[in-house]
T-cell receptor, first 111, second 112 residues
């Protein structure tokens, strides 16, 4: 069965901290995505990766960076966390260009 | 203007009825259309995709696409309480992963 694992279900950090969110998949999918989901705004794409070391910006990349050193792992980095980055973060994978399989999400609170 | 618009609901239907969920999109160049279901506190799951005008059926679910009207819908026949969830419409504008847009979702409640 398909498995997308996000490292933390809940996370609390302080403003200014560097925050790492990890996502690991066991399906050998080329494409991986990071979304954030906020009430009334829906899911918004932060970054997309179509191969190791390859990435494309989504709609809201400001304040974020990503890393994909291995095919199975896609990391989202908040360079200097701010309160407006408090959100639910969802990782997804796919064999095509539409997100197919989502992780359980990380609910991140920035205090 | 948002790429994808959905009525947020909530939409309530009695058990056994047909639930009709609607979505409009703004870009006429949109190529692919999707429906996701998201249970409360859970992640979205892909349930339907449609690429050409007309209807596509999968069990109790039917996706309908009308490109001229820029309109996508999802019909759920014989609605069950287990169908209660938020349904997200999504649209792909091109063959790249960063031109894929979600609507904000319609909340559906099926009343036993």
């Amino acid at each position: 069965d398909v498995k997308v694992t996000q490292s933390s279900r809940y996370l609390v950090k302080r403003t200014g901290e560097k925050v790492f969110l990890e996502c690991v998949q066991d399906m050998d999918h080329e494409n991986m995505f990071w979304y954030r989901q906020d009430p009334g705004l829906g899911l918004r794409l932060i970054y997309f990766s179509y191969d190791v070391k390859m990435k494309e910006k989504g709609d809201i990349p400001e304040g974020y960076s990503v890393s994909r050193e291995k095919k199975e792992r896609f990391s989202l980095i908040l360079e200097s966390a701010s309160t407006n980055q408090t959100s639910m973060y969802l990782c997804a994978t796919s064999t095509n260009l539409q997100p197919q399989h989502f992780g359980d999400g990380t609910r991140l609170s920035i205090l | 203007q948002k790429e994808v618009e959905q009525n947020s609901g909530p939409l309530s239907v009695p058990e056994g009825a047909i639930a009709s969920l609607n979505c409009t999109y703004s870009d006429r160049g949109s190529q692919s259309f999707f429906w996701y279901r998201q249970y409360s506190g859970k992640s979205p799951e892909l349930i339907m995709s449609i690429y050409s005008n007309g209807d596509k059926e999968d069990g109790r679910f039917t996706a309908q696409l009308n490109k001229a009207s820029q309109y996508v819908s999802l019909l759920i026949r014989d609605s069950q309480p287990s169908d209660s969830a938020t349904y997200l419409c999504a649209v792909s504008l091109s063959n790249t992963g960063n031109q894929f847009y979600f609507g904000t979702g319609t909340s559906l409640t099926v009343i036993p």
